[in-house]
Nanobody
C-alpha cells in the first residue's frame, strides 16, 4: 500500500523561500507508472494543480502563476519528491498536497489521483 507524507515549515514571510518534502513508501516514484504532482488548496477554494514531475524523463510542469518561482524535483534514492517555493507571496497560502496519478493530462481531475498525502499547511505573511 502506497503511503504519502508531506512535510515542511508552516509559516514564512513574503519573499522568503521554503521547501516541501513528499516522502513516498510502499511504491517507487521512479519505477511505477505514476506521475507525482503538487496540488494546493487555498483557504475557501478548491484544489488546484501546482507542479508535476514525470517518472521517465524528469520533465517538470508548472501552473502559470508559479512557473518562475517554484521548482519540483525528486530524489530516487530517497523515494522523495520536493517542491521549492521561492519569492513567496501571501496568495501562495494554502494546504499543499502531494499526489500521484496515471492520467495523461498534466492537469488531471482531482478524482484521477490515486494517492494523496494528508497535506501540509503553508502560510505566507505579508
Amino acid at each position: 500500500q502506497v503511503q504519502v507524507q508531506e512535510s515542511g515549515p508552516g509559516l514564512v514571510k513574503a519573499s522568503q523561500t521554503l521547501s516541501l518534502t513528499c516522502t513516498v513508501s510502499g511504491g517507487s516514484i521512479t519505477t511505477s507508472y505514476y506521475r507525482w504532482s503538487w496540488i494546493r488548496q487555498p483557504p475557501g477554494s478548491g484544489r488546484v494543480f501546482v507542479a508535476a514531475i514525470r517518472r521517465r524523463n524528469v520533465n517538470a510542469y508548472y501552473e502559470d502563476s508559479v512557473k518562475d518561482r517554484f521548482s519540483v524535483s525528486r530524489d530516487a534514492a530517497k523515494n522523495t519528491v520536493y517542491l521549492q517555493l521561492k519569492n513567496l507571496k501571501p496568495e501562495d497560502t494554502a494546504v499543499y498536497y502531494c499526489a500521484a496519478t496515471v492520467a495523461t493530462s498534466i492537469r488531471a481531475r482531482e478524482d484521477e489521483y490515486d494517492y494523496w498525502g494528508q497535506g501540509t499547511q503553508v502560510v505566507v505573511s505579508s
